[in-house]
């Protein structure tokens, strides 16, 4: 009973997205206010409709009801209370639930932080909404409906792919998603402000907050799966340039840029068409993830199996999506007057040259992921693209971006001297100068280059924005002033601050674990011991060990630095009872400095083991800075600007752009 | 300058800026793609030599086989038409075994053994590589024709 009305809930959320779509938009056309008035409660109804569908399906899996199909497909009854949960999302149906679900949550968001924007743009975005929601109903109830029954019943599931029963993983998936539909508030203001004919300062402010939020999930997504992936596939990468975790490179790299552009906009009134263009991007390229991810037209190590009609609809969806709203931009958008003219060197200046280059890796990111299916259309071969190569581009532009990170936050709005300029910054530039020469030196280097440049510019960017901090600071007196600041007006300063440091450290992180890092497949037996990276790795030994619902084997060692150990380490393999599928759990004794890897691969015989030995400096540095930049957006979404901002802005739909 | 130099110059940048990183793109896009063969199409000798490419088919039951170092190992691929041994040293994925898909990358020894870096399995228990998917349909349907026009004969 209990999934039929998962199922009914489903088709109720349709029909609401079908009156949202349609109803407010129609309305603010026309000037009907009562058909305005009706999307908040539209807004709600969508939440409550689609709250309603997940906890029916929530009850499925945590009752194990594999007469379902989808909880037979993904569930077990041995699994853990807490994954039976996380299964929900485990395969392709509950995912695009749960994906539904929270565009619905930011939907109710807005209809309820939005007290005071004018009655037609609540409309007119909440009506945005509705289209892409009726989008991905359709899709769901068509290809995907996640309360289909089974007969005859089975007694039991096939279980959850033994890689998603993981607490990293459990929350990966919805951080993530957060972060892509959160995409679809800037996507649907950014439409909604195209249809009404008015991209002004006051649009940019009232997107503003909620892309940064956005941003902020997608960033502590991403940065999730790359941690996940690390421990949990057991070859100790952080990165792997695959087609999937590209997916959701693309729209964070769109997104980033976007945050930026958007604060031109509000600042200074300018690049208008170009801020409207990114928040339509940085949409379409989650759809492009989901679709990527979804159809299986890519060899990927995260793929999950797929179905070709689904790959179909969405890219069906996809092209309506896009195409739609760049017809609408290319109707509107002329327009819309640009505003605020700036020169050379200025602000503005490094703003659009962050822009560009983010754009640059966009694209760069997206023709190596999609070049496989370029060339397997004409006919040149079937390939796959290295990650050398993305790395080789990654460093190609990383550098620009990081000197022009220092030089931008520092430069004026509108018009700036390079005199000033250079004043302002000598002497962040002498003590990176001074990094680059020291880490140089003979003896110290490891031979490579990028070891020096790469803690130089982590440098330049911690000591620039030291420097900005002390000028901020310089005619206040006294701890309590700087308090005074981060509580008022200074939050969206220091948020700003602490993001950029954030890339300072995840720079300090790459370069050294990239260029330090050492690994070892070696044959062990008990007693045998190994040097690596000026450790001793004892093996003890691998016993069986019985799980919850899995078999391991699980392997001790002893880490020995000198004469003095330092960590004992279990890494396991594991058998899963539900589908018999083997997993590597690695073992790691981690620090702020390094990490101590070990992970089993296979017996040999004799009580011999393969397995692999790896030491990791600073690879903690890398997810450090992600969690910087995501501390930096709170900060600076938290800032009084948007909350006075928001009182301020109650005046009629015709009133607000002025005096922004 | 004026407002209209000053456009013309950013878009002179914008594009030159394009242009370059176009270029430098393709250029280390030919150094770093692997191309794909199925195993027929190695016997037949269409790889070129010394390069690196990629291999895919399904792993012979019975034909995994560790060495005496206890890391490397040994293992046919075959897309029903035609087989290639593999060597690979290193610690084999989790979702590696005999009857199933996998791809691997690296070069082709002269003695006719193909010297994986790197080999990758499936990652869920319905999932197939696309182009394994593709080679074994290749050869299931060259494979029909051919028993069908022997029946013919």
New interface residues.
Partial sequence: MIPELGHVALILALVVAVVQASFPLAGSLSGNRPWMAMARPLAYGQFAMLAIAFAALAQAFLTSDFSVLYVAENSNSLLPQIYKFSAIWGGHEGSLLLWVLLMSTWGAAVAALSKNLPQGVVARVISVQGMVAIGFLLFMLLTSNPFERLFPVPPEG?DL?P?LQDPGLAIHPPMLYMGYVGFSVAFAFAIAALIGGRLDTAWARWSRPWTTVAWIFLTIGIALGSWWAYYEL?WGGWWFWDPVENASLMPWLIGTALIHSLAVTEKRGAFKSWTVLLAIFAFSLSLLGTFLVRS???????????DPTRGLFILLFLCVVIGGSLALYAWRAPEVSEGG?F??ISRESAL?ANN?LFV?FT??VL??TL?PLI?EAFDW??????F??FN??FL??APFLAVLLGLGPAARWKHDSLLRLVRMLWLALALSIAVLAIAALPGVDHGNLWVPVGLALAAWLLFSHLILIRDRLKHKQGWQAWVADLRGNGRSFYGMVLAHLGVAVFVVGVTMVMNYQEEQ???MGPGDSQELAGYRFEFLGAEKTPGPNYRADRGHFKVYKGDKQIAELYPEKRSYLG?G????EAAIDAGLFRDIYV?L??P??GG?W???LYYKPYVRWIWLGAIFMALGGILAVTDRRYRTAKSRVTAPAGATAVGA | MKARQKRLVFVAIAIAGVGAAAAMALTALQSNIAYFFSPAQVQAGEPPQDAVFRVGGLVVNDTLKRQEDGLTVRFDVTDNAAVVPVSYTGILPDLFSEGQGVVAKGRLGADGVFYAEEVLAKHDESYMPPEVADTLQTAHAEGVVEATTKSLQ
Avoid: C, Q
Avoid at chain 1, 296 to 306: D, E, I, K, N
């Fill in positions: 096939r792919n890689l057991g299986g037209v890519l060899t990927s190590v995260h793929a999950f199996a797929t003219r020169d050379l659009l560009l640059a694209v760069l023709f190596g070049a060339y071969g079937k390939i796959s693209v290295g050398p190569w080789k581009m190609a532009l497949d070696v044959r589908g599928m083997p997993m590597t992970s691969g296979e040999v015989g011999d393969a397995l692999r």
